[in-house]
């Protein structure tokens, strides 16, 4: 089993930053994706960033320019750096791990950010 712990969520005024990080810990094997997803009220989970133990990194196009992925492999950690927050960035930001070998996925608990404009 996989646990995933996330932080750093918060409150923040529109054009301010917010870190997130999010530790793993479990049976955790090398090859494996961490993410970040969020859920808005009434809408539907999505992706925000992904990036690969080897580095290679993906973003929605609304945060593109604005939020920067990262990970420490030897801590198991990732990291959500997101900077010129937006109203619309308010959401339950979610991490993941998806194992490489078996498409097993695991979940945080979620912490909220809210941006007031």
């Known amino acids: 089993q996989v646990q995933l712990v996330e932080s750093g969520g918060g409150l923040v005024q529109a054009g301010g930053s917010l870190r997130l990080s999010c530790a793993a810990s479990g049976s955790i094997r090398r090859l494996n994706t961490m993410g970040w997803y969020r859920q808005a009220p009434g809408k539907q989970r999505e992706l925000v960033a992904v990036?690969?133990?080897?580095?290679?990194?993906n973003y929605a196009d609304s945060v593109k320019g604005r939020f920067t992925i990262s990970r420490d492999n030897v801590k198991n950690t990732v990291y959500l750096q997101m900077n010129s927050l937006k109203p619309e960035d308010t959401a339950v930001y979610y991490c993941n791990l998806r194992d490489i070998y078996t498409s097993a996925a695991y979940w945080g608990q979620g912490t909220q950010v809210t941006v007031s404009s």
């Open positions: 990036i690969s133990n080897g580095g290679t990194s």
